[in-house]
Nanobody, 116 residues
C-alpha cells in the first residue's frame, strides 16, 4: 500500500486545516488507518486512527481533531480545528493490517505549522 499525504500548511492559532491521505489500493475493511506526528528531536506521536466505525484519538487532540475515511475513494482525512502552536509538527499517515500491532505502511510527511 502506498500512501500520499497532503494538506499541510501554515495557519494561525485557532485556525483549521484538513489533511488528506490517498491510498494506492482498497483499505476499507483490511487496514487500520492512522495519523501520527513528529517534532524534530522527539519521537513520533500517535494522533488518531480509524477502522470501520471505531475511532481513537490521543488525549491532546480530542474534541479538536476528527479522523474520517472515504472507502469509495480510498482516502483518510484529519480535520484539525482550534489548532494550537503545540500542534506544529510533520504529520504522517499510516496503515496497518487489522490485527497487526505495528503500522507497516507510511506516507511521506506533510508539515503543519501553527503560529501564535
Amino acid at each position: 500500500v502506498q500512501l500520499q499525504a497532503s494538506g499541510g500548511g501554515l495557519v494561525q492559532a485557532g485556525g483549521s486545516l484538513r489533511l488528506s491521505c490517498a491510498a494506492s489500493k482498497r483499505t476499507s475493511s483490511m487496514y487500520v488507518m492512522g495519523w501520527f506526528r513528529q517534532v524534530p528531536g522527539l519521537e513520533r506521536e500517535f494522533v488518531a486512527s480509524v477502522w470501520s466505525h471505531l475511532k481513537t484519538y490521543t488525549d491532546s487532540v480530542k474534541g479538536r481533531f476528527t479522523i474520517s475515511r472515504d472507502n469509495a475513494k480510498n482516502t483518510v482525512s484529519l480535520q484539525m480545528n482550534s489548532l494550537k502552536p503545540e500542534d506544529t509538527a510533520v504529520y504522517y499517515c499510516a496503515a496497518k493490517p487489522r490485527g497487526s500491532s505495528e503500522y507497516v505502511y507510511w506516507g511521506q510527511g506533510t508539515q503543519v505549522t501553527v503560529s501564535s
